[in-house]
């Protein structure tokens, strides 16, 4: 099981991004989905969470600008960035709660992007 995202890029302030993240692999079911950022010198913070029943949660930082969303047929969450600030400048990171079959077995592991940077320009 990977986790593949894309989006990332060099905007604007005031621009836009959408991120994307896609889960492949052996996947019989995908929990909670998220997007993480880590900037430079400080700690990875979340930025938004999604549950499987479509629950969402932001951080106070991204409320009214980002949207978080997924589609459960395509193991994807997505994560729309409007009215960016050079503070939103960060490596953003996917993660989601996924239960796999091994062959034999069900199991259920938390799995990490490999991460994609978001530049704001001011």
């Known amino acids: 099981v990977q986790l593949q995202a894309s989006g990332g890029g060099l905007v604007e302030a005031g621009g836009s991004l959408r991120l994307s993240c896609v889960g492949v692999?052996?996947?019989?079911?995908?929990?909670?989905m998220g997007w993480y950022r880590q900037a430079p010198g400080k700690q990875r913070e979340l930025v938004a969470s999604i549950t499987s029943g479509d629950s969402t949660t932001y951080a106070d930082s991204v409320k009214g600008r980002f949207t978080i969303s997924r589609n459960n047929a395509k193991n994807t969450v997505y994560l729309q960035m409007n009215s960016l600030k050079p503070e939103d400048t960060a490596v953003y990171y996917c993660?989601?709660?996924?239960?796999?079959?091994?062959?034999?077995?069900?199991?259920?592991?938390?799995?990490w992007g490999q991460g994609t940077q978001v530049t704001v320009s001011s």
């Open positions: 692999g052996s996947i019989f079911r995908i929990d909670g």
């Open positions: 993660n989601a709660e996924v239960t796999y079959y091994t062959g034999l077995m069900y199991n259920r592991n938390d799995y």
